[in-house]
């Protein structure tokens, strides 16, 4: 699930890259259309066609679900379709259930897998669906957490940008400023694409079963994210406050994801054997136009 969107629609590419059959679900007929015209086989299919989802996660060998890190209703038909099949099931989460409410300040706490979690109100109900997912182990289900944090890089699939870097870049073309929340001192970790996208197919073919995975390679304070963008659009930087940023981008962007403090360590899968190795999120914002 999620073969149309940014995550789903790399990891769909790169397990294809590895000699996967890769079958995608779409919310409409034009979406499907794409998805075939990348050699994806595809079904229309939207979170409330819950049948139709556990009919295909049946057939299926394995599945990914890169839709949504919040649907308890889709996530539970999948489960209850698969129990007792020992077929692999990865579930996308996200590195907000770490996330400090700081508005632009930073905070210390940092995470890995062991490191007790007391999340920001609005995340309870996401640290709850993983630990259903993970819990499906015990009922025959070969299950795996994969916990990306600020995803950066240009997607492999149909859609190639991400969350929380386009509308900072967006705000900065439309307004002429580059601009962070506070004073940007908050910290979030950060993976390219395509090295989140090797990690699935690492925890597909190795992972034991009921285990969960963060994804980062390193960490950078959104100050200095903010001040790379200007750099290379030639714009000045400057600061926000925190209600402008919610009212510009939401409570959870504006203030749960741009400024927030989410710092993990993906202890566990390095030890899985993950390298990642692709360019900076500086790297990138370096090259952009």
Aim: a negative charge; proline letters at 4%.
């Amino acid at each position: 699930m999620g073969a149309t969107g940014y995550i789903g629609g790399s990891v769909a590419a790169r397990l294809m890259a590895a000699g996967h059959q890769v079958l995608g679900t779409a919310r409409t007929p034009d979406k499907a259309r794409a998805l075939e015209a990348r050699g994806i086989q595809a079904t229309v299919a939207s979170f409330d066609d819950l049948d139709a989802l556990a009919r295909l996660a049946r057939e299926a060998d394995a599945v990914i679900n890169a839709a949504s890190a919040d649907e308890r209703k889709v996530v539970e038909a999948l489960l209850a379709a698969l129990k007792g099949s020992g077929k692999h099931f990865i579930h996308t989460s996200g590195s907000s259930i770490v996330a400090t409410d700081a508005g632009g300040e930073l905070t210390a706490g940092v995470h890995d897998e062991d490191t007790p979690i007391e999340p920001v109100p609005e995340k309870v109900a996401r640290i709850s669906l993983d630990r259903t997912v993970l819990d499906a182990a015990k009922d025959g289900i070969h299950t795996n957490v994969i916990c990306p944090c600020l995803i950066y890089g240009k997607g492999l699939g149909l859609n190639p940008d991400s969350v929380q870097l386009p509308p900072l870049i967006q705000y900065a073309r439309e307004t002429g400023t580059a601009r962070y929340i506070g004073k940007g001192e908050n910290v979030w970790s950060n993976v390219h694409i395509e090295d989140l996208a090797d990690l699935y197919l690492l925890v597909l073919e190795r992972a034991p079963a009921g285990t969960f995975f963060f994804a980062e390679n390193g960490e950078a304070n959104f100050r200095d994210v903010v001040t790379a963008i200007g750099r290379s659009l030639h714009l000045p930087v400057a600061s926000m406050p925190l209600q402008e940023g919610e009212q510009r981008w939401g409570v959870e962007l504006g203030r749960l994801a741009l400024a927030s403090n989410s710092r993990i360590r993906a202890k566990r899968a390095r030890a899985l054997g993950w390298k990642p190795h692709r360019p900076s999120v500086f790297d990138v914002l370096a090259e952009l136009k």
